[in-house]
């Protein structure tokens, strides 16, 4: 119970014997997210110090609680731009600074509430309909949008902010003339740098953290910001202070719907990172701890001066390919920070973006998972389309409604296949065995008893495929009675089994009647509870075809004119 409660109870002795790859997996972290902290806060209308704030406090919490061994949280573009946008209709901070940062941290509280209800209330299975072509599509498309949001830096181009994929190409296109060449050979070599350390053995692990140092150390050669390579600039040295939300009922109602948002956004967000990263290390993931890991950061962090919080991409990315075993790197990442702000914050602020930039650009590429990628265009071509609507999506709308168009076309691809039963006729061939007639045309099917199998569910959106079919064999066959293999037969709703108790009846005014063999007992459940096993006859359920076939035959009057079972009453 105590390992449930707090999952790292399990992962604490696996981080003794990983601490070197977490160190450095961590030190990494901690390099890269001090720009995007100071990113992050800007497009969510914040001081940069909240930036910091969230990003020492958040990924530790989330850490502690959650079951992800590589997810790391803090602040995200997608909940800085969702938080701002919700806000910004009441108060901007242009015009008021001090509420707009009140209303932020007191929106990331409520958010965090509902995030660890739901976790709590065990909703974690939703997640499920969010199939693994929508995941990749989405790691993918999150992977083409991260490197390409770093060609501002790369090319020394100051692209307008909040600039969208394809606004981007077209904006440096029109500006290439400008591009600064020092930044371009920093970014440029500090890639190369990366891409040649990953293939030295002894040393691959730490390819991210070398590149980012001899970057550094190239841009200082080049004369750093005298040729215009821009750097972190200026960090403050504060750590989180002690503040809680201002819990204003007034407040809290016109933001309850901006939080119910914000909520689903950063627990699809965080749950659809966790997975992709899974397909590659096997994980077994437990999706409602996640919520509740998510829910208890955002909901305590608020209380010190943070704003709202979910997994990061790119972080978490960047997590997983330096090396990290356990979730112990993403608290060393958010120590490292502090560390920087309080004691090397002068030193940090000379980092230049166009190196990092390199390195985020490799990560983007290493998040476009190819091995699956040629799977699904091999598999299936349903899968190839919700692949595609989902990475097109991302590219090109907001990553919550992507995400909605990839699971919402999974979801109708899935109601499509469902509703289309394979139902099959069956016959007795040479050997003795009872097979698809289509598949063996010389089948020989008894005269007096139709048998046929229904592989799949018999549901609503079902329902008029299989009574299509039961229509035209009623109509096209003089036989009377049925045997309904119904192994294959997953769940019957109560649609279908009002169907079913209908059909039946309908064979039986005709002077046959209708039979199931091996059905299970999930299938019954309605059929019992709905008394429609009482209107279909107990009896008229068996266990094994053999009796069933002999049972049937026991009750005919007439010889069987093709007899091709033992039990036939031959003429």
Known sequence: ????????????????????????????????????????????????????????????????????YHLVSGPTTTSSIVLYAIISKFVT??????????????????????????????????????????????SAGAGILIAF?????????????????????????????????????????TLLIALLIRKIKKISKLYMLIAMILGSLIAIWFGGTNHGIETVGKISSNLPPFNPPDFSWQNMKMLSNGAFILAILGLVEAVAISRSIALNTHQKLNTNQEFVSQGISNVVSSFFSCYTSSASFTRSSINYQAGAKTPMSAIISALGLMLVVLLFADYASFLPKPAMGGIILLV???????????????????????????LIGTLFLELEE???????????????????????????????????????????????????????????????????????????????????????????????????????TKWRERGGDVYFVGMKKVSQEVLSKGEFLDKIGENHFF?????????????????????????????
């Not at 992050?40 to 959650?66: E, K, S």
């Not at 770093?150 to 969208?164: D, E, M, R």
């Not at 590429?365 to 989902?390: C, G, P, Q, W």
């Open 149 to 189: 949001k770093q060609l501002k830096h790369i090319f020394g181009i100051k692209v307008p902010q909040g600039s969208s994929f394809y606004k981007i190409i077209e904006y440096i296109i029109q500006h290439i003339q400008e591009t600064n060449w020092y930044a371009f050979a920093v970014a440029i070599s």
């Open 402 to 504: 992507a995400l909605v168009a990839g699971i919402f076309m999974a979801l109708f691809f899935y109601l499509e296949k469902t509703s289309k039963p394979n139902i099959a006729v069956l016959g007795i061939n040479k050997e003795r065995r009872l097979i698809n007639v289509v598949r063996d045309r010389e089948a020989k099917s008894c005269s007096q008893l139709k048998i046929i199998r229904i592989d799949g569910s018999i549901y609503f959106g079902a329902i008029e495929t299989i009574s299509n079919f039961f229509i035209k064999l009623y109509e096209e066959n003089e036989v009377k009675t049925l045997l309904i293999i119904a192994s294959g037969i997953n769940f019957i709703d109560l649609a279908g089994a009002e169907w079913l108790t209908s059909e039946v």
């Open 364 to 390: 983007g590429y290493n998040l476009i998972d190819f091995k699956h990628i040629k799977t699904i265009f091999k598999a299936s071509k349903r899968e190839v389309i919700v692949f595609a609507v989902t």
């Open 93 to 138: 901070p242009s015009s008021d600074i001090e509420a707009f940062v009140s209303l932020a941290i007191l929106l990331s509280f409520m958010a965090g509430v509902i995030k660890l209800f739901m976790g709590v209330v065990k909703m974690g299975k939703l997640v499920n309909f969010v199939s693994n072509s929508v995941i990749i599509g989405f």
């Open 543 to 571: 266990t094994d075809k053999k009796t069933a076939i002999k049972t049937i035959h026991s009750k005919f009057k007439d010889p069987c004119k093709t007899p091709v079972f033992k039990e036939c009453i031959k003429a």
């Open 1 to 68: 119970m105590l390992h449930k409660i707090f999952p790292f109870l399990t992962w604490l002795p696996l981080a003794k014997q990983y601490w070197k790859n977490d160190l450095i997996a961590g030190i990494t972290g901690t390099i890269i997210v001090i720009p995007q902290a100071v990113a992050f806060a800007m497009i969510a209308g914040m001081p940069p110090i909240y930036g910091f704030y969230t990003a020492m406090l958040t990924p530790v919490i989330a850490a502690i609680f959650g079951s992800s």
